[in-house]
């Protein structure tokens, strides 16, 4: 069939065309649902007690900006080489990438940050200005240097006075350095002390600080530690030596060798911690736990390279007295059991089982059964200026500053990470306080999820003010946009280096791994500028940022389709009514 052809206009039939531009036929008129672009928090953040802003951290990391990821850290944690070594890491237990393939390996990719810091010579930046302000802090362990920390960037000026000659408390005296080497904790501690604050070493509450010098200062914060070793209240335990002192003597060199058979008493992470320092220094370390190997209260990794060192764990065994005996101490041990009515308690109950007691000849008996808090403190009330699972207590008196208690004083999770969020709860009610403000208040405005974790840059304004404390699961996720990628596994020590040397047993991983890894990151519930929502808009109202600005929607022209918030991958969007 030939084409149709015209010989003049004239016998061309009627056709539409358009002369001029549609621009003022704004299509978005008939929509009824609009698409908004919204941050919201991510689960990992909001796992971790010290509320720090993960996501961003990844995404800087990932792009190779480590300083700019190290500093983000230090706004909500100031210790992060600390816990890059010996955190618990809660935030690997609720990222939403354990639902898909690994978790991302957030703890190493944080002692990696800190670490190229420390090797960069980066500093703590500069101060703020003085508000007039001093707070004494008690306790140089990891809730005070955190108060510390936190009130020197709001301008208050901090005396911190600790019994110890060097600030750390638990962390310099009780870790052991195969796990935290003593020049990276003074160097990240040496970053708090360059700011408004003075430490006051050798300074003991109750001995040569008393509160009479207290009561000069606006506030005080009590963060002194639990040092008292529980009592086993068993025959004999004036023979057995004290565990924390122990690894107390070993940082400060001042430890004798030991040899031959070794008793460890309890089960948590001092109790590991003082078996694998045994055995590095030539002892033959058993650990001993009246309850079950599940119960066992330290870190599950820490047990894990206890047992890899090949250090045995006797469960069920009870020491009920200890005797000195010709050839050693001897440990008589009395055999736990279950009881049958108390098996769907979380801790169950346990009882003899009525078999004989079992003995052993050992060289030396060590106590780690947990610490009392010292003494010396003021009476506290019940009142609770936190949230945070109470884990910051007033214990002013009538008369004088306010003073307020944190730290393993109150937490009812005595860890490294728990201390550090105290210690910034701490500095941000004394500053609330200070400010006129209700302290309790102040810290709710500062949540992060549901947990009670505390934003410091939520609560002075910053990118995080306005993002929707929403946490997003994984069902909330477009988790086809990401592939399978297995969890970068740091390198360590052999097992034959680990048993005969102090040397730290982890590394750090290397600047490609760490990029790598970042990439691995969802960045749950914030946009990080993929272009997705650009990519799949068919009426093109997207509006990619220019320099400085933030990603929009063009609502002259948007339907409101929703294609652009189905197809996040990462759920930084909602779409809702359209407002009348």
Same mark, same amino acid.
């Given at each position: ?23 003022? /036929? ?20 909001? #796992?971790?007690?010290? #509320? ?13 900006? =480590?300083?700019?990821? *190290? ?66 802090? +008690? ?7 955190? !108060?510390? *920390? =936190? ?37 990240? !501690? ?18 040569? $600080?008393? *509160? ?17 070793? /529980? ?30 058979? +070794?008793? +460890? ?41 206890? &047992? ?42 346990? !009882? ?14 060590? &106590? ?12 506290? %009330? ?22 307020? @208690? ?8 005595? &860890?490294? @990470? ?8 701490? #500095?941000? !009610? ?12 102040? $810290? ?12 410091? /840059?939520?609560? %002075?304004?910053?990118?995080?003010? #306005?993002?929707?404390?929403?946490? +997003? ?27 005969? &040397? ?13 990029? %790598? ?53 990462? /759920?930084?969007?909602? $779409? ?5």
């Amino acid at each position: 069939m030939s084409p149709l052809t015209f010989k003049s206009v004239r016998e061309m039939p009627m056709l539409s065309r358009s002369a001029d531009t549609m621009a003022w /036929n704004h299509t978005g008129s008939w929509r009824f649902l609009r698409p908004r672009y919204q941050d919201k928090d991510a689960p990992c953040s909001a #796992a971790c007690p010290t #509320a720090e802003d993960i996501p961003l951290v990844e995404l800087l990391a990932s792009q190779g900006c =480590f300083a700019e990821a *190290w500093q983000r850290i230090r706004e909500e944690n100031p210790l992060p080489a600390v816990c890059g070594r010996v955190c618990f890491h809660p935030c690997e237990g609720g990222c939403n990438r354990g639902e898909y393939d690994d978790p991302v390996a957030i703890n190493s990719l944080e002692r990696h940050l800190a670490d190229q810091a420390r090797r960069q010579q980066l500093t703590a930046g500069a101060a703020p200005p003085p508000s007039g302000k001093r707070v004494a802090v +008690v306790g140089a362990g990891p809730a005070g240097l955190s !108060a510390a *920390w =936190f009130l020197g960037r709001l301008g208050h000026r901090v005396e911190l006075y600790d019994a110890h000659e060097e600030p750390g408390g638990l962390l310099r005296y009780g870790i052991p350095s195969y796990r935290l080497p003593a020049e990276v904790l003074a160097w990240e !501690a040496g970053l708090i002390l360059e700011g408004d604050a003075t430490f006051h070493p050798g300074r003991t509450l109750g001995k040569n $600080l008393s *509160w009479d010098e207290l009561s000069s200062h606006d506030a005080v914060f009590l963060a002194v530690g639990a040092w008292r070793s /529980n009592p086993l209240g068993i025959e004999g335990e004036d023979l057995a030596a004290d565990g924390l002192a122990f690894l107390e003597a070993v940082r400060d060199e001042r430890a004798s060798a030991i040899s031959g058979k +070794v008793a +460890v008493i309890g089960g948590g992470n001092t109790a590991v911690d003082l078996a694998r320092t045994l055995l590095r220094l030539g002892a033959e370390p058993t650990i001993y736990y009246r309850r079950r190997l599940e119960d066992l209260p330290a870190l599950p990794d820490e047990i894990k390279e206890a &047992t890899e060192e090949g250090i045995p764990i006797r469960p069920l065994l009870a020491p009920h007295r200890i005797e000195q005996g010709e050839d050693g101490l001897r440990l008589v041990l009395t055999p736990m059991q279950v009881a049958k009515d108390a098996s769907l308690q979380a801790r169950p109950t346990i !009882a003899p089982t009525g078999a004989p007691d079992e003995e052993v000849t050992v060289t030396a008996v060590f &106590t780690a059964i947990g610490f009392q808090n010292s003494p010396g403190l003021p009476a506290g %009330s019940a009142q609770a200026v936190s949230p945070y699972l109470q884990r910051l207590l007033p214990a002013g008196a009538a008369e004088g500053p306010p003073v307020f @208690v944190g730290g393993d004083l109150v937490n009812e999770e005595r &860890t490294v @990470v728990t201390a550090i969020a105290s210690g910034k709860a701490a #500095a941000v !009610a004394i500053a609330a306080l200070f400010a006129g403000e209700e302290p309790a208040a102040k $810290l709710e405005a500062g949540r992060v999820g549901t947990g009670g974790t505390v934003s410091f /840059n939520r609560l %002075s304004g910053g990118d995080r003010s #306005a993002r929707e404390p929403h946490v +997003v699961g994984f069902d909330e996720l477009n988790p086809i946009y990401f592939r399978y990628q297995g969890r970068t596994r740091r390198p360590g020590l052999t097992l034959k280096e680990r048993r005969t &040397t102090f040397d730290e047993v982890h590394m750090r991983i290397s600047g490609a791994l760490a990029m %790598s890894e970042a990439e691995r990151c969802f960045r749950c519930g914030m946009c990080d500028q993929c272009d997705n929502c650009y990519l799949f808009c068919p009426d093109m109202s997207v509006l990619r940022p220019a320099d400085g600005e933030s990603r929009r929607i063009d609502f002259d022209y948007c339907k409101g389709c929703g294609v652009c918030v189905v197809e996040c991958p990462r /759920n930084a969007m909602v $779409l809702e009514e359209e407002p009348r």
